[in-house]
């Protein structure tokens, strides 16, 4: 789906992600190898003079994820490039246990405000916006009801854009089968895996065709899973064996852990096979450049737009606390371009998906998901 929206989207994502890559920011941001375990500040003192300080807290996928961590980080760094009364800087968790300790920290340094980043850390961030009401907080990925005055929730409706991958999935397969699996059973990582789901059925009605999906049924919420976002080997330990059950195309929604996948997925190729994924998030093509040609897309999420905007409200004095959700319609979720498959994938298959897309804007389809926009 070659839209001019989606080259636009894709090409502010690459800019984003280069500025993370090349660390070209007026920021005074730590290394990527700054962690919170013994939750230190990520530097000494506050903000100079008359700086507004924007903070971000990782989860444990950590700053180089190639995902919604390292997003978030280059829509900060963004930020202070484009406004040099703008100083930002982050705390990397290695583990949940670290989520309150790096919170407090950047409390205490009075940060303008403080952008925490997934799911995973709603409890923790709740937890410290209650306590101190002043401080003004933005969280990636969770929405609360109801809503907390001094955070602004930046939730993705991600069940649409992956409905259009699913049903590419479906239009790609030799096998007639397509996988995907998740890092950890959260809302957020289910509910791409139930787009998929659903729109692999919806090609399957259209079609009269039988692809299979393993990893996942969104009628019983049953599926595959690594219990983490860092483990690569299990990544691609999994996607092997969905590789050898047939799966020609996987879809990963497990942060770094989607990386393992697509070295089992240059692996099986090496020896002979043909297979493809789709990478979540962000364009993988992008992110994960060094694996861009086994991507057929991606399910992207506009974080790096949305945590600009956060960060950018809070510094102008203009924060709003409240829920922004990402869909189709506003832009905040897109299918990426085809790149490499550009080529291969079918006119005909390209018009549905541009069809399909109009219809989910629209409200004509709605994708099925047990999973809240959270």
């Avoid at 890559?21 to 919170?36: E, I």
């Amino acid at each position: 789906m070659r839209h001019t929206a989606l080259i636009t989207a894709s090409a502010t994502a690459a800019v984003s992600l280069l500025l993370a890559a090349c660390g070209s920011s007026s920021s005074s941001a730590p290394s990527s190898g700054a962690t919170s375990s013994s939750a230190a500040p990520a530097s000494s003192g506050a903000a100079a003079a008359g700086k507004f300080l924007g903070c971000m807290v990782t989860d444990t996928g950590g700053i180089n994820d190639k995902s919604f961590n390292q997003s978030a980080w280059a829509a900060m760094q963004q930020v202070a490039a484009a406004n040099p009364n703008v100083e930002v800087k982050y705390l990397q968790s290695t583990t949940q246990a670290d989520y309150v300790p790096n919170i407090n920290s950047f409390i205490a340094e009075k940060c303008g405000i403080i952008v925490t980043v997934g799911f995973a850390m709603g409890d923790a961030t709740k937890a410290a916006a209650q306590k101190n009401p002043t401080q003004k907080f933005a969280i990636i990925d969770f929405s609360y009801t109801p809503v907390i005055s001094n955070v602004n929730t930046l939730v993705f409706n991600t069940v649409e854009d992956a409905y259009l991958g699913g049903y590419l999935a479906a239009g790609m397969t030799k096998t007639g089968k397509v996988a995907t699996f998740g890092g950890s059973q959260y809302p957020t990582v289910t509910i791409f895996m139930d787009g998929f789901w659903d729109g692999v059925q919806a090609y399957n009605a259209k079609h009269h065709t039988n692809v299979q999906v393993l990893g996942w049924n969104e009628k019983t919420q049953k599926g595959s899973f690594t219990g983490n976002f860092t483990n690569t080997t299990l990544g691609q330990t999994t996607t092997a064996t969905f590789i050898s059950e047939g799966a020609d195309v996987i879809l990963p929604v497990a942060g770094q852990v989607g990386l393992g996948a697509a070295k089992a997925v240059q692996t099986a190729n090496n020896g002979g096979a043909h297979v493809a994924m789709l990478w979540v998030d962000t364009d993988g093509c992008i992110s994960a450049a060094q694996y861009c040609k086994y991507f057929l897309s991606s399910v992207t999420k506009g974080i790096v737009s949305a945590v600009k905007t956060a960060v950018m409200t809070a510094a102008s004095g203009a924060f709003k606390g409240g829920n922004y959700i990402g869909t189709l319609a506003n832009g905040g979720l897109v299918l990426s371009p085809f790149h490499t498959f550009s080529s291969q994938v079918p006119a005909s298959l390209q018009a549905e998906l541009r069809s399909l897309q109009a219809q989910i804007i629209s409200g004509a389809i709605k994708p099925a998901t047990k999973s809240p926009v959270s």
